[in-house]
């Protein structure tokens, strides 16, 4: 960059400026009588002078920040010559202000706003202008924080911003005000410009339900106002936009209804989700909006209001990360704990969770490093994981097993449960390990050691079972597949290899894998995983501290991430969570994440009635013991801002019994930011649509986000009897279980099941799907109740026919129409046929004869029925 010498413009006469200074002050002393004080003024106090002071950028090293702050009129910070440039002050502590004095040299600010903050991180606007013409400003300013930032986005010459001096005023003390995350303006009266129809009332966008809305007139400007019932201090809106959004828009407050002041402007609106710092006052708020971004009105599904003083947030409990309360319903171990202890507790456990898949029960056992005797049978809602960095670092003597007598040996119904991080030894003269699960119980970085021992999958004699994940884990022996259905193997080991197939077995980055062959035996190989991070996990180091390891993204890997070697990644210390207990409120959650912590979830159920919202970048959310989220009154249960690399391990989703509109959200409509180089990733995260009691949900999971990895889920909604259990079409009802919005978006291991319309809906670009796994509803009663249009049902995997590019391997889907057996799905998979969009491996089932799939993809493949109950298709297109 070329500088300027700063010689090359006039200096102002400073001994003129004295000398009338000296004037003034002679002319006051001789117009004032003798003996008669002058009145006394509350004059403000210069905070900023000699503080200290940075900046983003400097034009070179005579023109630093400090020289702004120095009180000599003669120096100056000067930035580089480009959009935006800021220079910061930090006052050192938190300030009340009432005045900012600019002082600037030629080259000023054409347009900048004055900006507070408590943190230096999130700023707040006191002042905007884009009119500014140089010179000496003094600006009277209402706000607060300890630092305060002159924030320039359009320059007045073709030079940088110089400022000789840059003064702020006001008075020190007090402490930082929280913003409360209660809404406001929910449910107040509201009222608006105009409505689009009946359909579209002003009172849709403050009622809580982010399935209604307000819609306006398609015309400009349009307005909706909000009567918050007395006067508040307002400092955070949430504006959550329709597609039909806002590009020019002002929020403005005011006491009266009538004199409006305007607290925030924009001329450049993306819609989406907008959370907006704001610090101003009123008994009514407005948005008030100027420009569409679309050709039709504008359109705000809510409109939340966040004030300061009464609704303050609620307080967040530190973490001790040696002693943590990690709840009633989780056991760690030591080597000390007595064997029989451990034991009891174990058969316990099982005793009453073998059979209580709807029950609210979860628990934890975690074992830290060492050496135990131990036979864990695992039942529903049961995680049993070491506590070591290495699985290795926890060894135990006996059994990590799931069996099925409980349902007569049949394993398709051995769900939600989980084996983590530990390793196992056989006891002497035994070499079989059972592992006899079906969906959401996955077998996650685990060590079955000896070469001479197994791991079996199921029994065929005893039953089936059907569906499973392994990942990052090795088994030094074989692994028998038996009467296992479908299975997903990703980035393990397997010493003796594998043996065995029924549908759709998958192997993707897997070391003994079999060679390919689909369908006989339907074995898919995929030799590497091309991006994927391992899920966190919980450990205590040598020190005795609780941590959370996060594993690096892995590019184009293959076997484990720890065996015989050092696991890429970063450590957390507890200290940095908040510890989710159930029964905190998720306003509680929402002012922890807010404070920077990461979340820790107990075992047990959580219910919430507003979402929690994670908005910053790189936060860990951990469950323990399959910690459930339920949505109740229709609430969303969690938003993901579109930020890098958030990750979500070891959380179950449940919908309430009021319709939510989606159980959770990664990204809000709209979402356009790459994250390729630190994708958001989801990790062992499972939903539920019924089953404890009926469960009402639109859409389960949507991704708006880029870059997304998912990381084995189970989207699951209750259409078949159990005991107690209430089912039916038209009770627990859910449209579709994944919608992916996102490009580049990646699942590995997914399974989606039972909804009424679309399973899922892909209409990204880039996505690729590695094993897919969909059992159609069995309860439409009639072909007419299950029509999309002139189709005869929704297919399992609809890519939508916008998409060029999309890739997937190893997709099964089956049917199972056991209320009315003549119902027929004309396909299993849509897609638009193009090159780009390639399939491999597809198999499409009628279990039992009972129902019919009339072809796999397109008009393609065999139908699939009671005289043909298996049908096969390698490729498409």
């Known amino acids: 960059m070329t500088s300027r010498a700063t010689s090359a413009r006039p200096r102002p006469r400073r001994a003129v400026r004295h000398l009338l200074l000296g004037l003034t002050v002679a002319l006051v ?18 905070l900023s002078q000699g503080r200290p002071a940075t900046a983003s950028s400097t034009e070179n090293a005579g023109t630093p920040a400090a020289a702004a702050v120095d009180g000599n009129t003669g120096t100056r910070w000067a930035s580089a010559f480009s959009d935006p440039q800021w220079l910061q002050v930090d006052l050192g502590a938190r300030a009340t202000l009432s005045q900012v004095t600019l002082q600037w040299e030629g080259a000023y600010a054409r347009a900048f706003q004055l900006q507070t903050s408590d943190d230096g991180a999130t700023w707040t606007t006191i002042y905007s202008t884009t009119t500014g013409a140089g010179g000496t400003q003094t600006l009277a300013v209402t706000g607060a924080g300890r630092y305060v930032r002159m924030y320039g986005t359009a320059r007045g010459t073709g030079y940088g911003y110089s400022l000789w001096e840059f003064q702020v005023y006001g008075e020190t ?55 918050l019932g007395s006067t508040q201090s307002i400092c955070r809106v949430v504006l959550t936009w329709e597609a039909a959004y ?23 609106g993306a819609g989406g989700t907008q959370t907006l710092a704001v610090t101003g006052s009123g008994r009514y708020l407005r948005m008030y909006g100027t420009a569409r971004g679309t050709t039709y009105g504008y359109s705000l599904w809510e409109l939340a209001v966040n004030t300061t003083g009464g609704t303050s947030e609620p307080p967040v409990d530190p973490t001790d990360p040696r002693n943590p309360n990690l709840g009633p319903n989780t056991f760690v171990f030591d080597p000390s704990t007595p064997t029989a202890t451990i034991q009891s507790r174990l058969n316990t456990l099982f005793t009453q969770q073998e059979t209580n898949q709807f029950g609210p029960q979860r628990y934890a056992v975690l074992f830290k490093p060492g050496t135990y005797t131990a036979d864990v049978n695992l039942g529903f809602f049961t995680q049993v994981a070491g506590l070591g960095m290495s699985p290795d670092d926890v060894n135990l003597n006996g059994h990590v097993r799931v069996e099925a007598a409980w349902f007569g040996g049949n394993a398709t119904q051995n769900f939600w449960r989980a084996a983590e991080n530990l390793s196992v030894t056989l006891p002497a003269g035994v070499s079989v390990e059972r592992w006899a699960v ?33 990942a990052d884990t090795r088994v030094d022996g074989l692994v028998v597949s038996g009467s296992q259905q479908q299975w997903y193997s990703r980035n393990s080991e397997f010493g003796n290899g594998w043996t065995g197939s029924v549908w759709n077995m998958v192997f993707q980055g897997v070391t003994g894998a079999p060679p390919p062959s689909f369908p006989n035996p339907s074995h898919t190989v995929i030799p590497q995983t091309p991006q994927v991070r391992e899920k966190p996990f919980l450990y205590v180091d040598g020190t005795g501290e609780y941590r959370v390891f996060v594993p690096a993204l892995r590019n184009n890997s293959t076997g484990t991430s720890w065996y015989g070697k050092t696991p890429a990644g970063s450590s957390i210390s507890l200290s940095q969570f908040f510890i989710v207990q159930p029964g905190t409120s998720a306003a509680t959650i929402n002012a922890a994440l807010a404070q920077g912590k990461h979340l820790l979830f107990t075992p047990g159920v959580h219910h919430v009635t507003e979402p929690i919202q994670v908005n910053r970048a790189d936060t860990v959310i951990l469950g323990l013991g399959l910690a459930t989220i339920q949505a109740d009154n229709g609430s969303v249960g969690m938003r993901v801002a579109d930020v890098d690399g958030v990750k979500v391990a070891g959380i179950m989703f ?76 038209t009770l627990n009802t859910a449209d579709t279980g994944l919608t992916v919005n996102g490009d580049n978006v990646t699942m590995y291991g997914l399974f989606v099941e039972h909804y009424q319309k679309y399973q899922t809906v892909w209409n990204g670009n880039g996505g690729r799907t590695y094993f897919y796994q ?38 099964g889907s089956y049917c199972y129409f056991n209320v009315n057996p003549a119902v027929i799905a004309d396909r299993a998979i849509e897609a638009p046929t193009n090159p780009n969009v390639r399939f491999t491996n597809m198999v499409t089932v009628s279990l039992g ?14 139908t699939a029925n009671a005289a043909n109950q298996q049908v096969y298709l390698t490729t498409y297109p």
């Open 29 to 46: 002393a001789a117009l004032t009588p003798a003996g008669v004080p002058t009145p006394a003024q509350a004059a403000p106090t210069l």
């Open 849 to 862: 004869g009972v129902g019919t799939i009339n072809r796999v993809i397109n008009n393609t493949g065999g």
């Open 246 to 268: 806002a590009r020019a828009f002002q929020l403005q407050t005011s006491a009266d209804g009538n004199t409006w002041t305007t607290i925030y402007s924009t001329t450049t």
């Open 173 to 227: 003390g007090g402490s930082t005000p929280t913003c409360g995350s209660t809404n406001a303006a929910q449910g107040r009266p509201v009222t608006a410009s105009s409505t689009e129809n009946a359909g579209t009332p002003a009172s849709g966008a403050v009622d809580g339900n982010a399935g209604t809305r307000w819609a306006s007139a398609a015309s400009d400007p349009q307005w909706l106002r909000v009567d």
């Open 774 to 811: 969909n059992e159609m509803p069995y309860d439409p009663p009639n072909q007419g109740a299950w029509m999309n249009g002139a189709t005869r049902g929704y297919a399992a995997y609809k890519v939508a026919d916008s998409v060029t590019s999309h890739q997937a391997w190893g997709m």
């Open 438 to 470: 079906s969906q959401a119980a996955p077998y996650r970085r685990m060590h079955l050691r000896g070469a001479q021992n197994q791991i079996q999958l199921w029994n065929g004699g005893d039953g089936w079972s059907s569906g499973g994940l392994m």
């Open 654 to 729: 449940e919908a309430g019994t009021t319709n939510s509109p989606v159980l959770m959200e990664v990204g809000p409509t709209g979402s356009a930011a790459s994250h390729a180089a630190n994708p958001t990733s989801l990790h062992d995260v499972f939903f539920r649509i019924g089953g404890p009691h009926v469960g009402r949900a639109t859409n389960t999971l949507t991704v708006n986000s880029d870059n997304v990895i998912g990381d084995h889920m189970w989207l699951w909604r209750a259409d078949h009897a159990a005991s107690g259990v209430p089912t039916g079409w």
